[in-house]
């Protein structure tokens, strides 16, 4: 099955950025749509960034258009969001995750539609 481990998380000052990767192993390229997941204590888990299989629909949750930016590279089976002028309310724990996009379903928000999850990594923005 698939296998996400996340990298690139840590602490920085408001108005700075990071670049989040997701390694991805055990998977066939192409037929899963993966999206950027982030959870901060005492909150339920929020959908950041969401990009279908073949890179073509990318969505957003509001609260960080203009600021963050999903891409995935399959020649290195790699997931990004780069994350630029961060605010201390996107402080969290960011995880992965991917699900199986056959028959096609596109890129989305709602956790409940992935079926496969990394450890996550933290991020935390000072001000």
């Known amino acids: 099955q698939v296998q996400l481990v996340e990298s690139g998380g840590g602490s920085v000052q408001a108005g700075g950025s990071l670049r989040l990767s997701c390694s991805v192993s055990?998977?066939?390229?192409?037929?899963?749509?993966f999206g950027w997941f982030r959870q901060a204590p005492g909150q339920e888990r929020e959908g950041v960034a969401a990009?279908?299989?073949?890179?073509?629909?990318?969505r957003y949750v509001d609260s960080v258009k203009g600021r963050f930016t999903i891409s995935r590279d399959k020649s290195k089976a790699t997931l990004y969001l780069q994350m630029d002028t961060l605010k201390p309310e996107d402080t969290a724990m960011y995880y992965c995750?991917?699900?199986?996009?056959?028959?096609?379903?596109?890129?989305?928000?709602?956790?409940?539609?992935?079926?496969?999850w990394g450890q996550g990594t933290q991020v935390t923005v000072s001000s």
């Open positions: 995750a991917a699900f199986r996009d056959r028959p096609r379903r596109g890129a989305t928000l709602n956790p409940e539609t992935y079926q496969f």
């Open positions: 990009i279908d299989s073949g890179g073509n629909s990318l």
């Open positions: 055990g998977y066939i390229a192409g037929l899963y749509s």
